[in-house]
């Protein structure tokens, strides 16, 4: 393949929460078959402050698909065409020479535009906040390896623990709800022994706390987990029904 | 950017003593570098050396061809295959400590024997490793870091060998804390990889998930609590003058920096500064080169200051601004790196002076005159900090000079 390519990238822009948006088309030239998605917004972006232009704003940190902050929506896609694979991973050899990219971020009520392509996800914070912890007593050494976890279930929670809360099954989501992502937490939570305690009232106060975030209601369409960069599974969605129901059930209240 | 010293260095310049900055780790097995348009290099797991081969070809000639290439590296016969770990170390082979590997692929890529493109890489080979437990069990160990790896440089690694080459990683150095993890501002703790104390000179695998779990779990929640137990909590507002004063120095930092308006994008000074440590105070260092790179450092600071371009304001969310004043403490933070690299005139872990090596060419220490911690304090402006020791001194455990062989 030939080492470097051109595109035409159409990106939107946004000044602040309060501003309209828009979409702007950039052309950008020599970028390496080799490169990151990010790198090649990097490398536009130093175009633009050479000519004394505002860079386009966008969130990333680790950029090796594990932290969770990069959420760019790439051709329609959350995360860009490949599968499970984040926008930091996405490499432009995906991309033909010439072709006209089209970037934007996340969109959902719950995340709000801060500015052009960084969104506020704290609203998963708050859910989090709600119940998507475990409390223990730190300082002495736990005595961990004593209670017997059979494979298949340490597995699960950790396949559940894969989730990096990145928001990209409530982009994909056509009604903008957060079930993969909540299903996740409660998976890795409520399945394993340290998780117990708090069991009956997880997955309650987090849904409670999504539905005051304005995310919106699982129809079963699962573009969520088909988008997921982790391949979280939605039979999360599943377990996380059934634990919301066995908790009504099995409740205290009257 | 996110997570590169910034807020440890604002308190060092607060009064926080950091210890040990000398002291960087360069990780053996991370992908090549693949141009100048690259952010980062993406480390691969070091569990890969347990399982795969590192070797270069044996001649310059042979490695030339690869690089163009003319020939594969399966092609290469055992013969013609250098397993240079296993040669030079028998008894350690691949698995030796991350400094001792990182400093071989370097030796034998500057006498060109280099892999890839750019003659920089060696090979991680899992071949053997493939033949001998079958594709699936290498598979379900390394199955993800064969995809990531796959998914960055679109070769497969069960049909061709990985290639690798040394990138900095971690620091052992941070802010100095006592047995409590507190720093030496009254109130201030620091845990996990922020601070020295774990690692001393050198750092193994898992080391920033040990150190925040031992600090974190085990170590803060007997010792944070006491201090707490001894406060007044008293009311603190932002109308006492300390905090004012503290107040109209950021801002007088950010004001200079967006009013530079200067010619040379933020990036440009970071990617600047950073060649110059590689290559004077990254995996092998010598009195001239440090001596070097101080007076460069201090030149590209004072240039930075003077043309660096900020666009926007301070009153919107503003990333240019925000990567400027961290380069500015980058700048800070080198210098004082290579101060400490040039007084420890030893080679010890992640530190080695081409002035102290054994014959063989392998890291000396001396123990004599360099036992102790190195904490540096600020004095304020452009004078140069103090050093404070803190001696070592080994009750049960006696000092040997390390040897893989």
């Known amino acids: 393949m030939e080492k470097e390519r051109a595109y035409k990238l159409r990106i939107w822009r946004q000044k602040d929460s309060h501003s309209k948006g828009k979409f702007v088309t950039y052309t950008i030239n020599k970028i390496s078959t080799g490169s990151s998605f990010l790198e090649m917004l990097d490398i536009l972006n130093e175009d633009l402050l050479k000519k004394g232009e505002d860079p386009i704003h966008f969130d990333h940190d680790c950029r090796e698909g594990i932290c969770g902050a990069c959420s760019l929506y790439i051709n329609g896609r959350a995360h860009g065409p490949e599968k499970e694979t984040t926008a930091c991973q996405l490499h432009m050899r995906h991309f033909k020479d010439g072709a006209t990219i089209t970037v934007e971020p996340w969109r959902a009520r719950p995340f709000p535009i801060i500015k052009d392509l960084v969104v506020d996800r704290s609203a998963f914070d708050r859910i989090l906040q709600a119940g998507g912890f475990i409390s223990v007593n730190t300082g002495g050494t736990p005595d961990a390896n004593e209670i017997p976890i059979p494979k298949y279930i340490a597995e699960k929670a950790f396949d559940a623990a894969a989730c990096i809360g990145c928001g990209a099954c409530v982009a994909a989501c056509k009604n903008a709800s957060a079930m993969l992502f909540v299903g996740a937490k409660i998976t890795q939570l409520s399945l394993l022994p340290q998780g117990q305690v708090e069991r009956r009232e997880r997955a309650a106060k987090m849904l409670e706390q999504m539905d005051k975030e304005g995310f919106g209601s699982c129809t079963n369409t699962g573009a969520c987990s088909a988008e997921c960069p982790k391949g979280i599974d939605l039979a999360v969605i599943a377990t996380l029904n059934r634990e919301y129901l066995t908790a009504k059930f099995k409740s205290e209240e009257v | ?405």
């Not at chain 2, 004001?255 to 950073?274: P, Q, Y």
Request: with cysteine; net charge negative.
């Open chain 2, 1 to 405: 950017m996110g997570s590169n010293a910034t807020a440890i260095w604002r308190a060092h310049k607060r009064g926080a003593l950091f210890a040990n900055p000398c002291f960087t780790q360069i990780h053996p097995t991370c992908i090549p570098v693949h141009g100048d348009q690259q952010s980062k290099l993406t480390l691969m797991s070091e569990s890969l050396r347990n399982d795969g081969r590192v070797w270069v070809p044996k001649t310059k000639e042979l490695a030339g061809k690869i690089r163009k290439g003319e020939i594969k590296a399966n092609d290469l016969r055992e013969e013609e295959r250098d397993y240079y770990l296993e040669r030079i170390y028998p008894s350690f082979g691949n698995l030796v400590p991350r400094d001792v590997a990182s400093r071989n692929a370097k030796h034998v890529c500057d006498e060109g024997r280099g892999v890839g493109e750019t003659g920089l890489a060696v090979f991680l080979d899992f071949r053997d490793a493939i033949q001998r437990d079958g594709e699936d069990t290498i598979r379900s160990r390394y199955g993800n870091l064969f995809q990531m790896y796959e998914k960055i440089t679109a070769d497969n690694p069960y049909k061709v060998p990985m290639m690798i080459y040394p990138a900095i990683h971690y620091t052992m150095g941070g802010l100095w804390v006592d047995y409590n993890l507190m720093t030496t501002i009254p109130g201030l703790y620091a845990a996990g990889e922020a601070n020295f104390s774990d690692h001393g000179s050198n750092r193994l695998g898992a080391s920033a998930l040990m150190q925040g779990l031992a600090d974190g779990y085990f170590v803060l929640p007997y010792t944070i609590g006491d201090y707490l137990a001894h406060l007044g909590f008293e009311n603190v507002t932002n109308e006492l003058p300390e905090f004012k004063l503290a107040e109209s120095e950021v801002r007088e930092r950010i004001s200079k920096l967006i009013n530079t308006k200067g010619d040379r994008t933020v990036d440009e000074f970071h990617k600047a500064l950073g060649k110059i440590l590689w290559e004077y105070c990254g995996m092998s260092r010598n009195e001239e080169g440090l001596k070097k790179a101080k007076q460069e450092i201090r030149d590209l600071r004072e240039e930075y200051w003077r043309r660096v371009k900020v666009i926007g304001t301070n009153e919107e969310l503003n990333m240019t601004l925000e990567k400027a004043l961290r380069v500015a403490d980058f700048f800070e933070l080198g210098e004082l790196m290579v101060d400490d690299a040039l007084y420890r005139r030893e080679s010890c872990g992640g530190h080695f002076r081409e002035e102290s090596q054994t014959p063989e060419g392998e890291a000396k220490r001396d123990d004599e005159n360099f036992s102790y911690v190195s904490a540096w304090e600020y004095q304020g402006g452009d004078s140069a900090e103090v050093l404070n020791k803190e001696s070592l001194v080994f009750e049960n455990v006696k000092l040997t000079q390390r040897s893989y062989k």
